[in-house]
């Protein structure tokens, strides 16, 4: 699996969550570095857990990439955000993506609500 965040923090929390219930692990922070390791066959994923809101190159766009390319088509994307649910959801069915599931679902609200307040301040 590939997580594609922009927050380093972020992606190895849910690194942690998930490699802990035995998924492999890969990790990109842009839509850039994503495409450099999923154009590879030795470290093309069989599934892409992508941020939507990103810099640069969003989630959307990065969705649509891999959906519109045949040289990906086993490739799963499942939007990750911590948007509003009806938000993501409509984002997921907009860009093509194979599903979506909410960051809290993944972290916790606790751990989430903590995240989102050191990024702000931050900024």
Known sequence: MLIVD???KTARLIEAELAGKGFEILRATSADEATRLIVKEKTRPDMVLLDV????????HFCRFVKSNEMFSDVKVVLCSSMDVSEL???AESCGADGFIHKESILGKWVLDQLISEEREAK
């Not at 809101?53 to 959307?60: A, F, K, S």
């Open 6 to 8: 922009d927050s380093e």
């Open 53 to 60: 809101i990103m810099p640069g190159v969003d989630g959307r």
């Open 89 to 91: 959801e409509a984002a």
